[in-house]
């Protein structure tokens, strides 16, 4: 059957005149043989006319399409049953408006894809790929601008401004622009009024919304539009009222996160900031807020942030005098969002409405007059610039509308709809991961969706039995989560503690309380039964009592909740049996309490509330009516089994609240440093293992178990080496020797001189064992044990080394199978900062984790072949020996250089091409210009580690000094440290000797910024040949190019990372029987070829190419 695509009609908003696909788009489908419906529209922003004439058909009737596209909901009784629909269903969050239209998709059995969900390689973590934010941007500040000029005359001043008119007024963006810049010119001209100057623009996020915004913004020119960081705002509001240059400017500013908030000591911390929020305070108020004219809102904020901007914080700045913000765009519209001004969505028809900051809410004035701020928030914003933001969506959208009609058109039922939803099916991953249900019922990944509907329901239904639940400020303080952990049910100590909360009129809810049975020997091996020794039985006890978490909330704030946590640390002395530990975890949350306070209101007798069940959503049950607290208590006692439920003194304890039963045994990471996110996010996917975190550094593990925010994660800090270290508890070592013997499964993220001990352990409890670094001689020499226990130690599973081995391993076995031989092979590795980032920096580099490893491999001599001769290159040649990469994939794409790396001639007995391969090089890479620079801070000094820092030294300019560096013939290693900052804003000398010094003046100087992405480089180069005849010879290429999220993951420690995980993955599903114990390399087909697959499905992968010679 023919594939057909359906096009419908908006009917979200008589302004609504985008389509998902244009003409052009339309007749590129056709081409390829795929028939095109679309329904007639004459308000459209393309005409019937130009569709028919693209080779669509125009026809009400789109039954005989597989997939229908819109871009805005489509009216649920509009839906045709067992159809692909894909659009903006604003469903994802739960929204109420919408559960009506997600409800009808269930029922009809659609599959619903929503566009906002598409994403690279289907990774929820990943930049989406069709979205109109751009285009959002660029029509809010053009209507920026007409406000503004509105404002502004409303306050007695004409202005240029006054001549922008509504962005849907222009033909096209083009016309937008040309119009913006004749604002310019005249602003250029004739400047602006001085009370209101400096003009200040702020832009409030770095996404696609604040591109598009900067782009408009920009139009106004280059002599007018002026670009300047939030450190120099205070200087230009000292301007304010003068007359000068700066009437005739308008300035713009970007805000990132470290203008918004700060920690207590004034610092800012992008990733603590993300996993504590609590612990940051607001700051845009204070330092950027007063020197503000337009804010411009164009970033994402959830609520366990701080809001960005208040009316109370703004009425404080204008009880000052200070009158500077006139306006407020929000682009985003989120409605009581990162400002609470934003009180509704405005209108295309009015989108302007004044917000009375001292009353406190929107004051009807008309025409932006009266006292306050003026606001914008209009929810379709990209529908002002129909024709561009369809063409720039259509060209997103159109690489995936192939595959999905070719697949829709193999039945009219849905075919692939009845396959098993799962990557590498009939349709694109991302198509895939944005799939919200089919078959009428949610898909696993938006399962939550029936439980947060179940929350919205409870929540309504008490707020309706009871009018005013007021969430009052104490009752916040009062709040928080603990977490209880040892003997808490034979003991009775949780009952008791129970009493203790009541007593004091407390509520509460026990979360993820886990019932552990009594200690039992240790794992049978090869049929006998091994026992701990008995420090570690001691160990493996603690580690095996109960646990829970118990939020809390006190109304009369937090001096009584202090009050019940002395308590609770009285009891637990009192009660000996128990041995219970208290610890308060007050991020936990991140300041949300809503099951202890939203209901706080609600009446006190047994009546059960039943919430009502969504339709067939997933596999959500219904809630069950309320047991009493006796029965609560009793459901959990000494004999129950070990699973995790919540119980809660508001009355109920459902199958709906359950977190899936941990059935397998735990795994164990040790280590939880920069690649430790990515391996935990991946091993806790399994929701029916748990998954053990373990750092010596206090807070390191509990923040990325908050980072990846699952139930069957647990944090521990404990020193993972015998002879610990000088803050760490002596009894720290048993617990993680009783840690492993526990799990199926260690991967150790652990500095390579600790593997050894661990490994030991891994082999006496038999639990294999992963590492992502080289293989030490003290690992080696656990090879015999391992293997006549059948223990897997796999080493080298990273990105260099790891990737590099599996990827060329598969294509040398691969040659070798099909009688070829391997002539030449060359393979380059770099991690590198992106190009956009790389060249903010004298350096070229940034550093990701401690310059230590980079300045000490400087000292490093290499060793490799080339054509036949052995090349030797010492230690001090090493930076001499860089040369241009201009081969390759990666040379002709990026200005490199290769150093070599090491000795490469192991390689080649390790890859099975030493009799045969006449080149063996592995090198590391580069930008150009990073060699002859370090060579340069290598003859001052800087890089020596036996050199002391001089007595009396105490700043870098003393440093430079008594190096003499300004008087040396190396000058750019002497301008290098002066755009550094090294002679005016550096901290001071730290390190005894002159390398400890130069790394941590590096460290704080070149560390990668939030929004700073990091690239991964790593290529191979193979000459084949078959049959031992040169004309067959062949060159073939395999590249791996990578880039970071700026402001998430690298993609080192995602490379890094989740290898790892991937190879632990591997070693726990074999049978213990089958496995091959001893120290293993990923050299194995079985082993490469499982991994390379995952980490394919992962989105990481080679891209492999040949070329006849």
């Known amino acids: 059957m023919r594939p057909i695509v359906g096009i419908v009609r908006e009917a979200y908003s008589k302004w609504e005149r985008r389509c998902p696909l244009t003409p052009k788009h339309v007749e590129t489908l056709v081409r390829q043989g795929i028939g095109v419906l679309v329904q007639p529209s004459s308000k459209r922003v393309f005409t019937d006319g130009e569709y028919s004439a693209a080779g669509a058909t125009v026809t009400e009737d789109l039954s005989d399409a597989g997939t229908v596209l819109g871009v805005k909901q489509v009216a649920a009784e509009a839906l045709f049953p067992n159809k692909t629909y894909c659009f903006f269903s604003h469903t994802i969050k739960g929204q109420p408006e919408n559960m009506d239209l997600l409800d009808t998709c269930l029922q009809k059995r659609v599959r619903l894809i929503d566009y906002e969900c598409i994403r690279e390689r289907g990774q929820a973590s990943a930049p989406r790929l069709v979205a109109f934010g751009e285009f959002a941007g660029k029509a809010g500040v053009i209507n920026a601008f007409r406000g503004l000029g509105h404002r502004l005359l409303s306050l007695g001043h004409s202005t240029p401004f006054l001549n922008t008119g509504a962005a849907h007024s222009y033909p096209d963006y083009a016309s937008a622009c040309d119009a913006i810049s004749r604002v310019g010119e005249s602003v250029k001209q004739y400047g602006l009024p001085p009370s209101f100057s400096p003009m200040v623009f702020v832009f409030a996020g770095m996404g696609n919304v604040t591109r598009g915004a900067l782009d408009a913004f920009e139009r106004l020119g280059s002599d007018v539009a002026t670009m300047v960081p939030h450190e120099e705002l205070n200087a230009l509001s000292a301007m304010r009222g003068a007359v000068g240059e700066h009437n005739h400017k308008v300035y713009g500013c970007v805000v990132g996160a470290d203008a918004m908030v700060a920690d207590k000591d004034g610092g800012f911390d992008r990733d603590r900031y993300y996993a504590h929020p609590n612990e940051f305070r607001p700051i845009f108020h204070e330092k950027v807020a007063p020197h503000t004219s337009v804010l411009v809102l164009g970033m994402y904020w959830e609520r366990r942030f701080p809001r960005l901007l208040t009316a109370e914080q703004l009425s404080a700045i204008r009880r000052n005098g200070n009158h500077s913000l006139l306006q407020i765009a929000d682009i985003t519209c ?46 379709i914003l990209p529908s002002e610039l129909p024709r561009e933001a369809s063409a720039h969506f259509g060209d997103a959208l159109m690489p995936f509308v192939p595959a999905l009609a070719r697949a829709e058109a193999h039945s009219r039922s849905l075919a692939w709809a009845s396959q098993p939803l799962s990557r590498g099916g009939p349709v694109p991953d991302e198509l895939w991961a944005a799939t919200i249900c089919c078959d009428g019922a949610l898909t696993q990944p938006y399962a939550y969706i029936a439980a947060m509907r179940a929350t919205f329901a409870r929540a309504e239904a008490m707020a309706v039995k009871q009018q005013s639940v007021p969430l009052r400020k104490q009752q916040i303080e009062g709040s928080t989560v ?79 909740l202090d009050g019940v946590i002395h308590s609770l640390h009285a009891l637990a002395t009192r009660n000996t049996r128990s041995e219970a530990v208290v610890t308060e975890l007050p991020d936990y949350c991140g300041g949300v309490y809503e099951k202890t306070v939203a209901d706080c209101a609600a009446s006190a007798d047994d009546t059960a509330y039943q919430a009502p069940t969504p339709p067939t959503v997933g596999h959500a049950p219904p809630f069950v009516g309320k047991p009493s607290t006796a029965a609560l208590r009793s459901a959990t006692g000494a004999n129950a089994s070990a699973e995790r439920v919540q119980i809660s003194s508001r009355g109920f304890a459902s199958a709906a609240s359950r977190v899936p039963q941990a059935k397998l045994p735990p795994l164990l990471v040790l280590g939880a440093g920069l690649c430790a996110q990515p391996a935990v996010e991946l091993l806790s996917r399994d929701e029916s293992r748990s998954v053990t975190v373990v750092s010596s550094v206090p807070g390191e593990a509990a923040a990325v178990c908050a980072a990846v925010g699952r139930p069957n994660l647990r944090a521990a800090t404990l020193s993972a ?51 992502a670094s080289y293989v030490s001689d003290e690992l080696r020499a656990l090879d015999a044990d391992a293997r006549s226990h059948r223990v897997p130690i796999l080493c080298e599973m990273g990105l260099d080394p790891g990737l590099d081995h599996m990827s060329a391993k598969a294509i040398i076995d691969r040659v070798h199978a099909d009688g070829g031989r391997v002539i030449s092979f060359r393979s380059v590795c770099g991690g590198i ?40 290159v010492s230690a001090e040649e090493l930076l001499d020996s860089a040369a241009p990469l201009l081969t390759g994939c990666v040379g002709k794409a990026f200005r490199l250089e290769v150093l070599p790396n090491r000795d490469a001639l192991p390689h080649g007995e390790l890859y099975g091409i030493a009799g045969e391969a006449q080149t063996l090089f592995r090198g590391t890479l580069r930008y150009q210009g990073w060699s002859d620079l370090m060579r340069q801070f290598k003859l001052l000094g800087l890089t020596d580690a036996n050199t002391l820092v001089p007595a009396g030294v105490k700043t870098w300019d003393e440093l430079l000094r008594n190096l003499r560096v300004a008087a040396s ?22 390190g005894t000797s002159l390398r400890d010094a130069f790394c941590q003046f590096l460290q704080q100087k070149l560390a ?96 492999e190419s040949s070329y006849s010679l």
């Open 969 to 990: 013939p190396h000058q750019k290693a002497y301008f290098a440290l002066q755009q550094l900052g090294a002679l005016n804003d550096a901290p001071p000398v730290q």
């Open 482 to 560: 603990l977490s209880l952990s040892g003997h808490l049910f034979d003991s009775g100590y949780i009952n008791e503690a129970l009493d203790v909360v009541e007593a004091a009129g407390g509520r509460f809810e026990l979360l993820n309380v886990s019932v552990r049975p009594n200690p039992r020997p240790s794992k049978s091996v090869d049929g006998e039964n091994a026992m701990l020794p008995a420090g570690a039985r001691s160990s493996l006890e603690t580690m095996r009592r109960s646990s829970a978490l118990l939020q809390l909330t006190l109304d009369q704030g937090r001096p009584a």
């Open 1008 to 1103: 990668y910024a939030g929004n700073e992405r990091d690239a991964v480089l790593l290529e191979h180069e193979l000459v084949v040949e078959f049959n031992h005849d040169e004309d067959s010879r062949q060159l073939i290429t395999s590249s791996l190019v990578g880039f970071g999220q700026g402001g998430g993951e690298s993609f080192m420690a995602r490379s890094v990372g989740t290898t790892a995980a991937v190879g632990l993955q591997y070693l726990v599903s074999q049978p213990h029987a089958s496995r091959r114990g001893g120290v293993l390399l990923p050299m194995q087909p079985e082993i490469y070829k499982h991994v390379l697959s995952r980490l394919e499905e992962e989105g990481i992968s080679f891209t």
């Open 721 to 771: 080496s015998p002879t610990g270290c000088p803050s760490a508890d002596p009894s720290d070592w048993t617990r993680v020797v009783a840690l492993i013997e526990e799990a199926d499964g260690c991967l150790s993220l652990l500095p390579p001189p600790m593997h050894a001990s661990v490994a030991s352990a891994c082999v006496q409890h038999r639990t294999p064992l992963v590492t």
């Open 833 to 872: 900062p992106a190009p956009e980032v790389a060249f903010t920096t004298p350096l070229l580099y940034k550093f990701s984790w401690s310059p230590a490893g980079v300045l000490a491999a400087i000292d490093n001599g290499a060793q490799y072949l080339e054509n036949g001769k052995l090349y030797t």
């Open 334 to 379: 989120d409605v009581d969002g990162a400002t609470d001004m934003l009180v509704r969505a405005s209108t295309i028809d009015e989108p302007f409405y004044m917000y009375d900051v001292e009353a406190r809410a929107e004051s009807g004035a008309k025409s932006l007059e009266g006292p306050g701020v003026a606001i914008m928030g209009v929810d």
